[in-house]
Structures are given as structure tokens and as C-alpha cells.
């Protein structure tokens, strides 16, 4: 069973629009990661927040950590067909974890 | 290597016949995560380690299930008498330190296990 929620389970996006994916958990979040994965292959570490309404950006993939600590958001600005694949949210959900949880993951795919 | 290395990428087994999987974590990485990943699924997590102590292994799902890391490098997840359930994709993952949350683990390719 999954302790992360993520949202959407899919998307399709047309290339250059924008898209967000959100991860949600009933319980703090003690590290939040995003990971990207394409299909058969590894997770790519993309961004970590710790701190509540820590806010990150590389390129034009942004994400949040909300004020709580229970809630990830991952932007994407004006999509390419480069960001296609499953976005996971992973997160320590105890204070001291060292085990990731993670969402089941939200499928990406851009439209040219 | 410069990052995780797993092997093999494919494995194809027949029920009942047992498996070994291979992981090279990066270079002076303290500590070594092994991960299943079913279909459609996030990662779940099996067993650590830090250096050669497995320190956790509870989320092994039966004890046909065995990890070893003798060298405190190079892990063998090792499946016993396989069956159905256990194909999925085994992920590997290495961080630099324990505890220290602004480590990222980082992950190797996967081996994709299919029990026929």
C-alpha cells in the first residue's frame, strides 16, 4: 500500500503547455524527494525539500513543500517531449526513517 | 563506476529455480538500499544496509529472500525457490552517509525479474 497519494495518475499534455503533479500524505513528511523514471529503466533524482514552503526550481521543473509538510507539488513549465515519463514523489515519513516511501507514480506524456 | 550498477538488466526464471541479483552501489557509498517495484507501482522498500551490517530487513517478503553485502560494496539479493509473485523490477540504491536527509539515495537501473 502506497502512504504517499500522488495526482494525477496520468496526464497528457500538449508540448508547451504546463503541467502539475501533486503528492499528499495524512502525515508529516520528514524530506520529500521527486524522482523521475522512464520505462525499464532507474529513478532519476530530480529535486529534495525538507523545510515547510521550501520551494525548488531547475530548468523548468519546479516543486514545493507546503508550510505542513504534508503536501509536494512538481511544476513543469512549457512541457517537452523530454519530460515524458513517471514522475515519483518519495518521502521519509518518520522523523527518523531512513527508508524512502513512495507514491504509485504519475505518467507523463507529451504531445508534439 | 560513476553511478549504480545493476546486473543482470533481465532475468527470466522458472518457478521454483533460484535467482541471484547484483548490485555495485557508487563508490564509498555507506549505505545500500534494495527496493521491489511491481507494475504500475512505486518502489517498496526490502532490506538496508550500512557498509557489510544489514541493519534492516524487514521488508523482505518471505524468507526465501536473503541479502548479503560481505565487503560493505558490492549487494546479492538472492530469491529462493521462486515464484509468480516475486517478478518485478529490483531496484538498488546507494547514499553517502546515514541520516543525513540533504543525501539523496541514488538508484541503479533495476533488474527486471519474470518468473515463468
Known amino acids: 500500500s502506497q502512504e504517499l497519494e500522488q495526482s494525477p495518475q496520468s496526464l497528457i499534455v500538449q508540448e508547451g503547455k504546463n503541467l502539475t503533479i501533486n503528492c499528499t500524505s495524512s502525515?508529516?513528511?520528514?524530506?520529500l524527494y521527486w524522482y523521475k523514471q522512464k520505462y525499464g529503466e532507474g529513478l532519476i533524482f530530480l529535486m529534495m525539500?525538507?523545510?515547510?514552503?521550501e520551494e525548488k526550481s531547475h530548468e523548468k521543473i519546479t516543486a514545493k513543500l507546503d508550510e505542513k509538510k504534508q503536501q509536494s507539488s512538481l511544476h513543469i513549465t512549457a512541457s517537452q517531449p523530454s519530460h515524458a515519463g513517471i514522475y515519483l514523489c518519495?518521502?521519509?515519513?518518520?522523523?527518523?526513517?531512513?527508508?524512502?516511501?513512495f507514491g504509485a507514480g504519475t505518467t507523463v506524456t507529451v504531445r508534439a | 563506476g560513476a553511478g549504480v550498477s545493476q546486473s543482470p538488466r533481465y532475468k527470466v526464471a522458472k518457478r521454483g529455480q533460484d535467482v541471484a541479483l547484483r548490485c555495485d552501489p557508487i563508490?564509498?557509498?555507506?549505505?545500500l538500499f534494495w527496493y521491489q517495484q511491481a507494475l504500475g507501482q512505486g518502489p517498496e522498500f526490502l532490506t538496508y544496509?550500512?557498509?557489510?551490517?544489514?541493519?534492516?530487513k524487514s521488508g523482505l517478503p518471505s524468507d526465501r529472500f536473503f541479502a548479503e553485502r560481505p565487503e560493505g560494496s558490492v549487494s546479492t539479493l538472492k530469491i529462493q525457490r521462486t515464484q509468480q509473485e516475486d517478478s518485478a523490477v529490483y531496484l538498488c540504491?546507494?547514499?553517502?552517509?546515514?541520516?543525513?536527509?540533504?543525501?539523496?539515495?541514488?538508484f541503479g537501473d533495476g533488474t527486471r525479474l519474470s518468473i515463468l
Open positions: 525539500l525538507q523545510k515547510g514552503g
Open positions: 502525515k508529516t513528511l520528514y524530506g
Open positions: 563508490s564509498g557509498h555507506v549505505s
Open positions: 540504491a546507494s547514499s553517502l552517509v546515514l541520516g543525513q536527509r540533504n543525501q539523496p539515495q541514488h
Open positions: 544496509f550500512q557498509n557489510e551490517a544489514q541493519l534492516d
Open positions: 518519495g518521502a521519509f515519513l518518520r522523523s527518523n526513517d531512513y527508508k524512502l516511501s
